[in-house]
Each structure stands twice: as structure tokens, then as C-alpha cells.
């Protein structure tokens, strides 16, 4: 079935340092969103993407639409304490029209 | 504005016993609802989803069961809970196509001892 496949599972970096976070679909997505869950917090919207190659950003974070709108890419520059947390991606399934999260990338950071 | 309530936020409950997870949706008519279980640690795995009143879809297969008898309620339901049972349990909401955006209560912690 489509999956929505995300890397890495976790990351660990020192504070400054930049975090990338991949995700990659079987099938076309229509869009990608992305997700933000705190440590003990529940999943919050970020950002949609909808538009092949459309790059987006939020202060210091970049999201990123491949152009055959298969894949995507969150990117935080200069990462903060406040960073930590899970990042999921999700896109919706053609036909049973549901939204499918990938597996997240946690995220851990050294002050 | 849209608000999602779900409760209680956390809960201990011995094998064998029952399970009720409420959750309701203010300043919204006729959202798509959810219930996603997150292990710890791990990504968020579907359960159930409505797009109406008594029309419920099931994602797994397990011992629980999800009712919608109001078209902003949603509850989640076990006649006998399982061990593997526990987890993080979050309630979500989204209008309109199921791929649109979702907003997700703040959940509840299941421990089943």
C-alpha cells in the first residue's frame, strides 16, 4: 500500500548546529504536511506544501516540496532547545483520500 | 474558534477492565473525526475515523471500538483492555476532504497494569 517513509528516526545535535528531516512517498502526493509533537505534548499543524518544487519557511525552519511532489525535506537552521521534539510529515492517500503520517523524526538537541 | 476536548487526560487501569475516551469538537459542524494510539516513542498509528454521525471506519484490527453519537462526540471504547493496550491515545478533527489538515487533542495516557 502507499507508505510515506520519513528519516532519520532520530537525530541528536549539538545547539547552533543545522537538522535536516527527509520524506519520501511511494505515489504522488497532492501535498505534504508537516507536524511538531513536543516531548509529552500531542502533534501540532506547522505547514502545508502543495505546489511541485514550493519551498516555504518559518523563521529559522524550511520546508521544501520535491518537484515530482514525492518527497519533501523540513530544514532548521542554527537549531535551539526549543526545537526538540518529534517531526512527522504527512500526505493523503489517493483513493481512501486519508491523511498518512510518516514515522517521525525525533529530534534531541545538547545545549 | 475550533476547540477539541478529550478526557481524562491520563489513566490506569487494570487488564481485563473496560476503557471509555471521550473526546468533543466546539465551534465546528460536521468535522471528520479520529483516534490515533502513539506507543511510546513511536509514530502514530490510525484506529478509527468518522466522517459522520454513526459512520465509523476501522483501521486494525483489536479489542477496541469507536462511536460517534453526536456529530461533534467521538468515543473510544474496550470491553476488556490488553496489556499492549497502553499507550498515548489522541483524538483529532479535520473539515472537509480527509487529507486536510488535522488538529489533534492534547491526549491520553492509557497505562493498562
Known amino acids: 500500500g502507499q507508505q510515506v517513509m520519513q528519516i532519520p528516526q532520530y537525530q541528536h545535535v549539538q545547539e547552533g548546529e543545522d537538522f535536516t528531516t527527509y520524506c519520501n512517498s511511494s505515489?504522488?502526493?497532492?501535498?505534504i504536511q508537516w507536524y511538531k509533537q513536543r516531548p509529552g505534548g500531542h502533534p501540532v499543524f506547522l505547514i502545508q506544501?502543495?505546489?511541485?518544487?514550493e519551498v516555504k519557511k518559518q523563521k529559522r525552519l524550511t520546508f521544501q516540496f520535491g518537484e515530482a511532489k514525492k518527497n519533501s525535506s523540513l530544514h532548521i537552521t542554527a537549531t535551539q532547545t526549543t526545537d526538540v521534539g518529534t517531526y512527522f510529515c504527512?500526505?493523503?492517500?489517493?483513493?481512501?483520500?486519508?491523511?498518512?503520517f510518516g514515522q517521525g523524526t525525533r529530534l534531541t538537541i545538547n545545549p | 474558534s475550533q476547540t477539541i476536548h478529550q478526557w481524562p487526560a491520563t489513566l490506569v487501569q487494570p487488564v481485563g477492565s473496560p476503557l471509555s475516551l471521550e473526546c468533543t469538537v466546539e465551534?465546528?459542524?460536521?468535522?471528520?473525526l479520529y483516534w490515533y494510539r502513539q506507543a511510546a516513542g513511536r509514530g502514530l498509528q490510525l484506529l478509527f475515523y468518522?466522517?459522520?454521525?454513526?459512520?465509523i471506519s476501522s483501521e486494525v484490527p483489536q479489542n477496541l471500538s469507536a462511536s460517534r453519537p453526536q456529530d461533534r462526540q467521538f468515543i473510544l471504547s474496550s470491553k476488556k483492555l490488553l496489556l499492549s493496550d497502553s499507550g498515548f491515545y489522541l483524538c483529532?478533527?479535520?473539515?472537509?476532504?480527509?487529507?486536510?489538515?488535522?488538529?489533534f487533542g492534547e491526549g491520553s495516557w492509557l497505562t493498562v497494569v
Open positions: 483529532a478533527w479535520s473539515m472537509g476532504h480527509l487529507g486536510n489538515t488535522i488538529y
Open positions: 505515489t504522488t502526493l497532492s501535498n
Open positions: 506544501l502543495v505546489k511541485s518544487g
Open positions: 504527512a500526505g493523503p492517500i489517493q483513493g481512501a483520500q486519508k491523511l498518512v
Open positions: 465551534g465546528t459542524s460536521n468535522p471528520n
Open positions: 468518522s466522517v459522520g454521525i454513526g459512520q
